[in-house]
């Protein structure tokens, strides 16, 4: 008889899924960090007393939409002019009314981009700004006429 060599060609597979199952966790611990380091998820910079106030938000809330007052922005990217036209109950241009607009980020935590505004019609109001950068923005528009005040924010892509 002549002796076999026994050749055990699968040893090392078990220790391949182990080594796969490693590098796994590791990019998947390495994005947990990257994730929770990056943004606070945040977007007011005192959450939790506007929580305690919640009530004094939606009175807020509830005065601005019985004025029934309505603001319609729009961005002219070739002449980088961001115009905001506002209307009264009756869809009439509101006269008299003083327009403060900011532009923000919402995945960012950076400066806030004020616009000066100045009327240019009856109801209507522009304002020049150089954007930083291209994309989502959350114009907040803010008109106060006769002591009533009227805030509203909306997303708009602007390039």
């Known amino acids: 008889m002549t002796p076999t060599t026994h050749v055990d060609r ?4 078990p220790w391949l ?21 990056s943004f606070s998820g945040l977007y007011t910079p005192k959450p939790r007393d506007r929580g305690l106030h919640y009530n ?3 009175a807020a809330q509830q005065a601005r939409d019985a004025l029934g007052w309505r603001v319609e922005p729009s961005w002219r990217p070739d002449s980088e002019n961001l115009e905001v036209a506002v209307f009264d109950r009756a869809g009439q241009p509101l006269a008299g009314a003083q327009v403060a607009v900011a532009l923000v980020r919402p995945a960012e935590k950076g400066a806030v981009v004020g616009v000066a505004m100045t009327a240019v019609a009856i109801g209507r109001h522009a304002g020049h700004v150089t954007l930083p950068a291209r994309g989502n923005w959350d114009v907040d528009i803010s008109v106060e006429q006769g002591g009533q005040r009227f805030a509203q924010t909306r997303r708009m892509f602007l390039r």
């Open 10 to 13: 699968g040893r090392h597979i």
């Open 17 to 37: 899924f182990v080594a796969g199952f490693a590098i796994v966790f590791a990019v998947n611990a390495t994005m947990i960090g990257v994730a929770v380091g």
């Open 56 to 58: 004094e938000v939606i």
